[in-house]
């Protein structure tokens, strides 16, 4: 019997494989590399000493899916495969929706067919809109998004109670991530963004490394302490870690939960975070707000706490040191 990980050569797949490894779990990752590289897995088996099976295939294809639910014994899916990037999301709107949302439908599909019931989804904070008062807790349900990205994530939640509510042999556990960051300790699996980063975190590392001449922080003028933005930062391990509690505890039904510290950093205090921990130096300028961003966001963790026994544990340092590690060890990524 094997965990299905659809996206896992991508950023948080490739860590929530090597957890699953490392308890001996069966592994089967589906991955198009749209967005990653399958060295990802290649280092995850160095660390691991084990190999998950690896096939290249895309969620919007219905033979892709097939094949592999007539070539493994699949149990359970952990489905990470789709398009994040918000500001993209925005210009090519049917692509985020092809892959996260009509990808998802065809993959409930085959999992439906093969009688596989268990699903883990990778939600968002993103889903709980610009009217939620902070800390989010799950009962605020879904807000109105203002990119096709978030609307996506919120739209394949409303699909999933909707299927849980007809047939009560589903388990399904959508996982609402915050901000992940940081790396495996080993530095060598992490974040690989193509392009220009979007996120804070990797494009802090790549100041760092001197591969972007400095930070802009979008606004200095919010009403936080500091006047950037406040955010739910959490470690990548332990947002991995997270998957697997919710594969031991999922229960039948739907059910939706944050994952995050509940505990808010800002802008600037990521960047001396990440100074004191690597020693480095970040080049940085106050810029005018991005738009979409809201000041400040973060999770009550109780509910994560109460049903899968999970909280993240590891500290802002942690963060930033493995952060570094990865980047310092490959300075062009994979
Ligand atoms: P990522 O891009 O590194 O990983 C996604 C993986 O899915 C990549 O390996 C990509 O090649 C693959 N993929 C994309 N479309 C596919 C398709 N149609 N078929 C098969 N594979 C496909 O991103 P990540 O940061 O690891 O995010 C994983 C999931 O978590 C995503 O669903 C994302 O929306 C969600 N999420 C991420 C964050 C974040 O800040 N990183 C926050 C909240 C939620
Ligand atoms: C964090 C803070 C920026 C870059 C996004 C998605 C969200 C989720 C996680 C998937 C903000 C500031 C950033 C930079 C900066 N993804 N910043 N300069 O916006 O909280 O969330 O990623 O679900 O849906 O919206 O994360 O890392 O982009 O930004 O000043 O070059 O850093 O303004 O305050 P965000 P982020």
């Known amino acids: 019997m094997a965990v299905l990980v659809?996206?896992?050569?991508?950023?948080?797949?490739?860590?929530?494989?090597?957890?699953?490894?490392?308890?001996?779990?069966?592994?089967?990752?589906?991955?198009?590399l749209a967005n990653s590289s399958s060295e990802s897995l290649a280092r995850v088996a160095k660390i691991t000493g084990k190999s998950a099976a690896f096939v290249q295939g895309d969620v919007t294809s219905t033979e892709d899916l097939e094949s592999v639910f007539q070539q493994f014994d699949i149990e359970s899916v952990i489905h990470f495969a789709g398009l994040k990037a918000v500001g993209e999301s925005k210009q090519k709107p049917l692509e985020y929706y092809e892959n996260n949302v009509a990808g998802t439908l065809?993959?409930?599909?085959?999992?439906?067919?093969?009688q596989v019931k268990k699903f883990v989804f990778s939600s968002s904070a993103t889903i709980y809109g610009e009217e939620a008062?902070?800390?989010?807790?799950?009962?605020?349900?879904?807000g109105c998004t203002t990119n096709p990205y978030g609307t996506s994530k919120a739209m394949v939640e409303t699909i999933l109670q909707d299927l849980a509510e007809s047939d009560p042999e589903w388990s399904?556990?959508?996982?609402?991530?915050?901000?992940?960051?940081?790396?495996?300790?080993?530095?060598?699996?992490?974040?690989?963004p193509s392009g220009i980063p979007n996120n804070l975190m990797p494009?802090?590392?790549?100041?760092?490394?001197?591969?972007?001449?400095?930070?802009?922080?979008?606004?200095?003028?919010?009403?936080?302490?500091?006047?950037?933005?406040?955010?739910?930062?959490?470690?990548?391990m332990d947002l991995a870690e997270g998957h697997l509690a919710a594969l031991n505890h999922i229960e039948k039904g739907f059910d939706a939960i944050n994952l995050g510290t509940g505990n808010p950093l800002s802008v600037l205090e990521m960047v001396s975070a990440f100074e004191q921990a690597t020693d480095k130096k970040v080049a940085y300028e106050i810029v005018g707000r991005r738009e979409g961003d809201l000041p400040e966001f973060w999770a009550n963790a109780d509910k994560a706490k109460n049903k899968l026994g999970w909280e993240a544990t590891r500290s802002v340092t942690e963060m930033m040191a493995d952060t570094w590690r990865w980047q310092s060890q490959n300075p062009q990524g994979y």
């Open 106 to 114: 065809k993959l409930l599909a085959c999992m439906g067919k093969h």
């Open 203 to 236: 494009y802090i590392s790549q100041v760092a490394i001197g591969r972007r001449e400095k930070l802009s922080i979008f606004g200095g003028d919010y009403a936080t302490l500091d006047g950037t933005c406040r955010r739910d930062y959490l470690h990548v």
């Open 133 to 142: 008062p902070v800390p989010y807790l799950e009962e605020y349900g879904q």
């Open 172 to 192: 399904i556990c959508a996982l609402r991530y915050f901000n992940p960051v940081g790396a495996h300790p080993s530095g060598d699996i992490g974040e690989d």
């Open 6 to 32: 659809t996206g896992g050569a991508g950023y948080i797949g490739s860590h929530c494989v090597l957890v699953l490894l490392e308890k001996g779990i069966d592994v089967v990752v589906l991955d198009n």
